[in-house]
């Protein structure tokens, strides 16, 4: 399908329709069957829970489009909220706090493009090992206690609404998504990702610095890794060790139902936020059923697997959806 | 709609006919519905028939096919016919109507060779048209299918499990031995097969140390080994040496001696002329003729290819070299890989690199390029000396590489050409923000769509989908739009046809006429002798000569590639 307007030709391709009509269908149904879904406060409610792992899986499309994956996001957001309630205990000051904590994203992100890019090491090894070693650290850090009596406005950040019913988060949510659509589908940066993560040597025979823009990305990664740990920390109100455990998973399950290719390359952002939507609003209208979090959970699972079948089989043709071209004729 | 130039070389293996004439039929065949007009079909028909009854044993081949398409001209309707007819062209017996699938339709606009051979080998179906097998039409709807039939295909790549050893390798798929293989006897059965095609392979060795020729020819024994009866070689001595090359086709013609229809592709008309019995053209996705070799001549095949009168493609154009150097190179080497090479080049010169595969000539493109950058020695450009040690570099100095690998190197095949043209010069189309401007991207893909005469019906198609002439086309675009002074090609012609060859020596040429310098990798002498002013000649990573066109003859070019005068060399 194939859209006029004020952007130039704006293209909803098969896999987006084909989540597009999955999330009307569920919201249909949700509403359907409970009446509190629709109010506003329910609907605020259900992308806040997750509003953390959405806005790192914002970065980890361009990871994950750029062929490369970054597992050791959730043990940064971790990192990140035990670094910060360390901090806080030891007597810094929260908002001095707030900038060390994100530097440690940026550093995390570093050590993470360091062994990728100048050692070449493949990133699913490298980010596994990080995913280990930042948990560590968090663990270190904070040892079997749990940190919370942080200052009143840092929890009001997470807690109340900014603009209205509207929080901090979702507001920081909607800003990224814009400026990350943008980089990706409109800036020669996003081009770069693509081009690199279809295929690095091109890319390298362009003249294209894939090593950097490689570096950019896990740094990127790391830096809003930490971002969505303080989101996380400020919304909980305390800290533990294991603060943000496994959700690496989710936020890469997300991006994969979003249509991009875990072998780089293909996807675009829409797709993510389409498949964001269709997650929460799955879970949550599961959990107004009174369905459990486990069978949630195995939804989720069965829909992923969906996702990586639908390729290969005729609803995606009925879609119209490409299987990637890797190989192509001659 | 201009032409693009598909060309099918085939013959087939006359005791197949007995075969068939066993099975009550005569011929493999695949009538065409609606583009009957195209085939003469009374003749060959008589031909056909003629061959099934009795030359069972001797050497008189057949050719194969004909396809023909409709091809629309925008992308809307998924039509298409396909039809070929091995052996005998034949009135339309019956029709049998499929839908070509989407995808299938794009490689019809650019190509009929790939849908061909898909279409043979199960993974398309035709629109129109049937084929038959054994005067029975058969849907072949997949691979199984095709294999059943006795059908399969080789491509230039063969595929080949890099840790098994070569019997293992030719029964890979094999379920008669069942799941406990008796290694001894598939040892023997592998040798049988191996020797049959006549090489020499040891049937324990591991694949991943054979030549590229010894792969070719497992696959053909694994072939062998699934009892085919068609098999279609697809530009099978494209990445060979020359001496692999003559053992490849030694072993199509021994298989074709033993009953094996082979239909060869190849865009070396050396190689038709040596092995062919009989030829076919197919040009723009339609037949444009099957002859007996004899009646052919290189003239006459060429001039079918491409569709007109090209006399002149082998001949030298008149130079257009100045006296201005844009490029010196001195003691150039890189540890190891190169050493002591030093030229000249000079603006509007075309200088062709030669030599064998393996004498490092890439090598020594790819450091003046940046990529693998040298380790002695010393590069001035446009009288500055330079040292390039990234390809970001060369590219800011207007140095461009047109590399041999389009698929690897060379292009994202699943974006857009539109994206592939832009992607060397994309600082061109951003704005201070770092913001694409997609319209100007747009328009210079369609000005060179225009220029090159890039068969697409969309700049916005995945490159992809376009057959292999127009693929090296969009790369050439790529890197014309650098306006580069200096342009490397390495092997700028290989694996596509006679017509987009000529295109792109006709814009190798235009650009140095306007003032380029052009270093040409080719390992194709015919291509080095038209093309180069002068040649520089290398041995085993070192330069062994540099010699005028006027005095370089191919044996001459030989004797210093291989560092023996008067070594015979095919191909």
Known sequence: MSIRNGFGRFRIQGWELFLLTALVVIMATNSALSPDYLRVSNQINLLQLSIEKVIVALVMTFVIINGEIDLSVGSMMGLAACSFGWLFQSGVPASLAIVIVLFIGVAGGAFNALFVTRFGLPSLVVTLATLIGYRGLARVLVEDRGISGFPEWFNALGQQGLVGPVPFALIAFAILFAISWVILHRTGFGRKTYVIGTNRSVADFAGIDTARHKAMLFIASGTISAFAGLLYTARVGAVRGDIAFGFELDIITIVLLGGVSIFGGAGTLVGTLLSILIVLNLRNGMALMNITGHIQTGVIGVLLIASVLAPRIDIARLFGRRAPLKEDVS | ?571
């Open chain 2, 1 to 571: 709609m201009r032409k693009v130039v598909i060309s099918l070389f085939a013959f087939l293996a006359s005791t197949s006919f007995a075969v068939a004439a066993d099975t009550g039929c005569d011929a493999f065949k695949w009538p065409v519905a609606r583009e009957q007009a195209l085939f003469p079909a009374a003749p060959a028909a008589q031909s056909g028939a003629a061959l099934a009854v009795g030359q069972a044993v001797d050497f008189s081949l057949e050719a194969v096919d004909t396809v023909s398409f409709e091809v629309p001209p925008e992308r809307a309707p998924a039509a298409g016919t396909f039809g070929a007819t091995a052996n005998v062209t034949v009135p339309p017996q019956g029709e049998l109507q499929l839908s070509l699938s989407d995808e299938a339709w794009i490689d019809v606009v650019q190509d009929g060779k790939s849908t061909m051979i898909k279409i043979m080998t199960g993974i398309h179906q035709p629109t129109s048209g049937v084929l038959e097998i054994g005067g029975r039409p058969a849907l072949v709807n997949g691979p199984q299918a095709a294999r059943a039939a006795g059908l399969a295909a080789m491509y230039q790549e063969p595929m080949v499990f890099p840790d098994l050893d070569v019997a293992e390798n030719i029964f890979i798929s094999s379920t008669r031995e069942g799941w406990l293989q008796n290694r001894g006897k598939l040892r023997r059965k592998a040798r049988e097969l191996i020797e049959r095609i006549g090489m020499h392979v040891d049937v324990d060795r591991v694949a991943s140390g054979l030549t590229l020729a010894e792969q070719q020819a497992v696959e053909i024994a694994r072939s062998l080994s699934q009892d085919v009866r068609v098999l279609i070689m697809d530009e099978p001595t494209a990445s060979l040496s020359a001496h692999e090359a003559a053992q490849l086709r030694a072993v199509a013609a021994n298989l074709a001696r033993q009953g094996v229809a082979v239909v060869y592709i190849s865009h070396r008309l050396e190689e038709v002329f040596e092995i062919a019995h009989r030829v076919t053209v197919i040009r723009d996705g339609r037949h444009i003729s099957t002859r007996p070799i004899a009646e052919v001549t290189s003239q006459s095949m060429i001039a079918e290819m491409v569709g007109r009168d090209v006399s002149n493609y082998f001949e030298k154009a008149p130079s257009h070299a100045t006296s201005e150097v844009v490029l010196s190179v001195r003691d150039f080497g890189r540890e190891g890989v190169f050493e002591d090479i030093s030229f000249d080049l000079r603006r509007g010169e075309i200088m062709c690199m030669a030599g064998l595969i393996g004498a490092r000539r890439t090598d020594v493109g790819l450091a003046i390029f940046g990529i693998a950058p040298a380790t002695s020695g010393t590069m001035t450009y446009k009288g500055a000396p330079i040292s390039v040690t990234k390809a970001a570099q060369a590219i800011d100095l207007g140095i461009a590489y047109v590399s041999e690998d389009r698929r690897k190197l060379g292009l994202a095949m699943s974006m857009s050409i539109r994206s592939n043209i832009s992607l060397a010069t994309l600082a061109q189309y951003l704005s201070p923000a770092g913001m694409l401007d997609r319209k100007r991207e747009r328009e210079t893909a369609e000005a060179y769509r225009k220029r090159l005469n890039i068969r697409t019906p969309d700049v916005e198609l995945a490159v992809g989908l376009l057959s292999g002439g127009n693929q090296q086309k969009v790369m050439l675009a790529k890197w014309l739009n650098l306006r580069p002074d200096l342009l490397i090609f390495d092997e700028p012609t290989r694996g596509i046809d006679v017509g987009a060859k000529a295109e792109v020596h006709d814009l190798i040429r235009e650009f140095v006429a306007k003032g380029g310098a052009a270093l040409v990798i080719s390992s194709d002498l015919p291509e080095v002798l038209a093309l180069g002013d002068r040649i520089l000649v290398m041995r085993e990573g070192r330069q062994m000569a540099i010699v005028d066109n006027a005095g370089a003859t191919q044996h001459g070019i030989i004797a210093l590639a291989t560092g023996q005068s008067g070594m015979r060399m095919a191909g």
